[in-house]
């Protein structure tokens, strides 16, 4: 079975930083892309961020381009998410997901994880 | 950025009959275009992908249509189970966008 286990969400007052973890496990990690994607409070879903399977490739959505980096530790299974300058606009569930492909974005987001909350507060 | 609409915003429908949403993109996606379901309280969870093709374990009820700009999710004889809120999502271009989603309710 695919798992997909986030973890290091919590609060932090605006301005700061927070590095999100993801550790997946049931499948060849190297071999997928992955992305992270959030849900504000009764909100829709967003894209944020994603990487190619073996991390060469990145991209970002404008509103965390040059805040937030992703990057990836094929030798533990772990995808990250490094979100620094915290904005109260980035308080969501942010989800580890599994592309179905290995480069590029042209895949769908095929299994989720079950999220992990950050809250940006004063 | 491709903007994605979906209507309707909420549909409410009697259990056994057919739900049909639609996603219009501003622009072609071709058939980069994905469906997901989200009950409350959980993650998301892959429907349909290349606009028509159903993700493993998905009953053959849900089905999908359209390429281009305007595509199509049809849900027959809905079950207790399928009432919660689509999203439709293009990865056709970056940044990968999704709709407001649409909520099913009895």
């Known amino acids: 079975e695919v798992q997909l286990v986030e973890s290091g969400g919590g609060s932090v007052q605006p301005g700061g930083s927070l590095r999100l973890s993801c550790v997946v496990s049931?499948?060849?990690?190297?071999?997928?892309?992955m992305s992270w994607v959030r849900q504000a409070p009764g909100k829709g879903l967003e894209g944020l961020s994603l990487?190619?399977?073996?991390?060469?490739?990145?991209y970002y959505a404008d509103s965390v381009k040059g805040r937030f980096t992703i990057s990836r530790d094929n030798t533990k299974n772990t995808l990250y998410l490094q979100m620094n300058s915290l904005r109260a606009e980035d308080t969501a569930l942010y989800y580890c997901?599994?592309?179905?492909?290995?480069?590029?974005?042209?895949?769908?987001?095929?299994?989720w994880g079950r999220g992990t909350m950050v809250t940006v507060s004063s | 950025e491709i903007v994605l609409t979906q209507s309707p915003a909420t549909l409410s429908v009697s259990p056994g009959e057919t739900a049909t949403l639609s996603c219009r993109a501003s622009?072609?996606?071709?058939?980069?275009l994905a469906w997901y379901q989200q009950k409350p309280g959980q993650a998301p969870r892959l429907l349909i992908y290349?606009?028509?093709a159903r993700a493993t374990g998905i009953p053959a009820r849900f089905s999908g249509s359209g390429s281009g700009t305007e595509f199509t999710l049809t849900i027959g004889s809905l079950q207790s189970a399928d009432f919660a809120v689509y999203y439709c999502h293009q990865y056709d271009s970056w940044p990968l966008t999704f709709g407001g989603g649409a909520k099913v309710e009895i």
């Open positions: 049931g499948i060849t990690f190297s071999n997928y892309a």
């Open positions: 997901v599994k592309m179905d492909g290995s480069d590029g974005y042209r895949d769908a987001f095929d299994i």
């Open positions: 990487i190619s399977y073996n991390g060469d490739n990145t």
């Open positions: 290349g606009a028509s």
């Open positions: 622009q072609t996606v071709s058939n980069y």
